[in-house]
């Protein structure tokens, strides 16, 4: 084995499927352009047959990030409070986030069309056009084959030849019009993905959003200053009833006949000394008092816009986190949109070169050319058609969970397979899921399943984001919860959640029966729950704006390190750590200290429970083992075109390369690996 102190590797291209998720292309798949009539057909239909993943990952990433802006909910914001700062009004900060919501609106409109699958849209979508070409050209070929058997019997130039010949080129045509207009349709779209990213991005950077964010920060400040000061006054004037509540008591043991003539006009004069100053304590003591209740209004008021300021202003800094996160899925959108409209522009090309072959009465050439275009065209079919659930609802779905030497899965339908250890086959669960996870002897998962794109109205049922627990020996899953979940994790027997439910998105503990679930603390900030893993017995979350990560001990949080994070996962007592900017880390979460570094350069990583770990290379897609137990800690180069790494509760690690396939290391020395079979596309 090659080792090496840092993760490197060699440039092949990456695409982004969603965020922080990653997948890898070799470039020479990538060369979709047409060159000679006849042989560029069949260089096009070997190179889609031998790489047909990438049509589905381009999909994948179009969808994935059209869906998350569909679905993404802006903040409603009605700022009354304190003035922001120089330059900008509550007026006209209010203004501006209006016209942004009526731009963000126009933005969502636009994107729906490419997935939109209800029956209401009026007709398919972009999405499943896309789907649907290919099938096309599997019905017509019964009649294009008719049609060149027929002309091969007849005389060129006669009726007969003429007329089935203008049907032929008919049914062959029949396809360029719709690949022209999915190919307008898909530019459209990328103009209008590249301006809604642009417009994001500058209302998240320096627009309406950071206003926004700057104005709730001088706001709340205002508020807790202000707040600070009531209290201070309270303080002082509880020290003053002190004092004049000793004074009025001894004056009124000598002035009460005094006080009881108050009233009387005459009676100011009949009050001894005493009696005066005793009235004007008393008349005091209650001023302050009123001041007091007055004061602690306020601070009640006030602490109610902080509270509701400080929620607001989280939701906006959450939003303006995704649509920062817009950008790189723009970005490669963009890229995928290009390599379909070269595609489809490609077979709309070679269809035409076909049609010209047969006005060149080249009729065994042109046949032999539309069965290449049939077989350019075949991968098209297995087009990944579903769009799952974004990260506004489900921030680290889990679709691969192994549990001692087996594993738990779910397909791109969503659909849950067991693969027992040396077995032969996946075996199918009941229903589907849309994140599974596994430890000991607990399988959990969230209910639900993707959006079949390529359909209208695909989903006779909506997910209900349940968290469910999967009995083997009944074969049948059991609700255990009555709130959507964001995402699940298990260790130790125990089983957590963090609630999906806007005003909540906390951690919950399950019970252990029914739906009975215990809320833990709130997260430090007030901050949000993205991510959550267990190690040493405890649970950890990833804070969804800080992205610090957390400990709980029992009663409260504490934070791991001071980094900010996109990742964690736990085995036995260790958590590994993927920080934001790509490096690695280990945390014993038993005996504490500061997360201990790995390495860099990583998009994925797999935890194993005596702190070694297995990464994914950002810049190659190469699987690496790190040895965290030797300082410094060693990588070492295992396998390419990796996609993703997984350890199991046992420390049996898994990888599946570009693919589909899944692999099980069997000698970590001699660096083999045994392949398990391929899972059911779905």
């Known amino acids: ?27 020479a ?60 009004t509550n007026q006209e900060l209010q203004q501006a986030y209006n016209s942004f919501q009526t731009q963000f609106a126009t933005f969502q409109g636009e994107a729906r069309a490419w997935i939109n699958t209800t029956p209401e849209s009026g007709g398919a979508s972009i999405f499943s056009q896309l789907v649907s070409v290919p099938t096309t050209f599997k019905t017509i070929n019964g009649s294009v084959q008719g049609k060149f058997e027929i002309l091969k019997t007849l005389t060129p130039g006669t009726k007969p030849y003429n007329d089935t010949m203008a049907q032929l080129k008919a049914l062959i045509g029949a396809e360029t019009s719709d690949i022209n207009t999915l190919n307008t349709a898909m530019q459209t779209l990328g103009t209008n993905l590249q301006n809604a990213a642009v417009t ?43 004092g004049l509540g000793f004074a009025a008591g001894a004056a009124i043991t000598v002035g009460v006949v005094g006080l009881a003539n108050i009233w009387n006009p005459i009676g100011w004069i009949m009050m001894g000394a005493g009696a005066v100053g005793a009235y004007f304590a008393i008349a005091e003591i209650e001023r302050l008092k009123g001041e007091i209740a007055g004061l ?69 050439e042109a046949q032999a050319e539309w069965e290449a275009i049939l077989e350019a065209a075949q991968p098209l079919e297995d087009l990944t058609a579903y769009i799952w659930p974004t990260s506004l609802m489900l921030p680290s779905p889990t679709s691969f969970a192994p549990v001692g030497s087996d594993v738990y899965a779910l397909n791109v339908a969503g659909d849950a397979f067991h693969y027992a250890s040396g ?36 989903n006779p049922s909506v997910p209900t984001y349940f968290v469910k627990t999967y009995n083997s020996g009944s074969n049948a899953w059991t609700t255990i919860s009555d709130f959507p979940a964001a995402a699940i994790t298990t260790g130790g027997g125990d089983i957590y959640a963090i609630n999906q439910t806007d005003t909540d998105r906390q951690v919950y503990k399950y019970g252990g029966s029914g739906t009975s679930w215990t809320k833990l603390a709130d997260l430090p900030g007030p901050d949000a729950a993205s991510q959550i893993a267990v190690a040493g017995g405890k649970v950890f979350a990833l804070a969804n704006n800080t992205q610090l990560v957390y400990g709980y001990d029992g009663s409260s949080w504490s934070q791991v390190g001071t980094a900010p994070a996109s990742a964690i996962t736990g085995n036995g007592d260790m958590l590994g750590i993927l920080m934001t900017d790509q490096s690695v880390y280990t ?70 390369d570009n693919n589909g396939h899944v692999w099980l290391l069997t000698d970590l020395e001699q660096n083999t690996w045994r392949q398990l079979p391929d899972l059911t596309p779905g």
């Open 423 to 458: 077995g032969n086959t996946w075996n199918q669960l009941p229903n589907s899921a849309l994140s599974i996870v596994a430890s000991g002897s607990v399988v959990a998962a969230i209910d639900g399943a993707p959006i079949d794109g390529s359909t209208v109205n695909p």
């Open 200 to 242: 994001l991005h500058t209302a998240a950077t320096t627009g309406v959003l950071k206003q926004l964010q700057d104005a709730y920060s001088t706001e709340i400040q205002s508020l807790t200053d202000d707040i600070s000061q009531c209290q201070d006054k309270i303080n002082s004037d509880n020290s003053k009833i002190v």
């Open 296 to 364: 602690k209004t306020k601070i009640q008021n006030d602490e109610m816009w902080r509270q509701d300021d400080q929620k607001a202003a989280a939701s906006v800094a959450s939003f303006s986190g995704e649509v920062k996160g817009f950008e790189t899925l723009n970005s490669a959108a963009q890229k995928e949109l290009t390599t379909l409209e070269q595609l489809y522009s490609t077979l709309a090309d070679d269809i035409s070169t076909t049609i010209s072959d047969l006005d060149a009465d080249k009729l065994d």
């Open 29 to 88: 798949i990538r060369n979709l352009a047409s060159i000679e009539p006849k042989t560029a057909t069949g260089k096009l239909a070997m190179n889609l047959v031998a790489q047909n993943s990438v049509s589905v990952l381009s999909v994948a990433a179009i969808s994935g990030y059209v869906y998350a802006l569909t679905e993404a909910q802006l903040p409603t914001v009605t700022f009354q409070g304190a003035t922001p700062g120089p330059g900008i």
């Open 587 to 656: 945390y014993d979460a038993v005996n504490g200290g500061s997360p201990v570094f790995g390495g860099s350069d990583a998009i994925g990583l797999a935890q194993l429970s005596n702190k070694d770990q297995y990464v994914v290379n950002a810049s190659s897609l190469d699987l690496y083992y790190i040895d965290n137990n030797v300082s410094p800690p060693t990588a070492t180069d295992l396998q390419p075109n990796t996609t993703g790494v997984y350890a199991s509760d046992t420390d049996a690690v898994y990888y599946t």
């Open 1 to 27: 084995m090659t080792v090496h102190q840092t993760l490197t590797g060699k440039p092949d291209r990456r695409i982004q499927t969603g965020i922080n998720q990653y997948a890898m292309l070799h470039h």
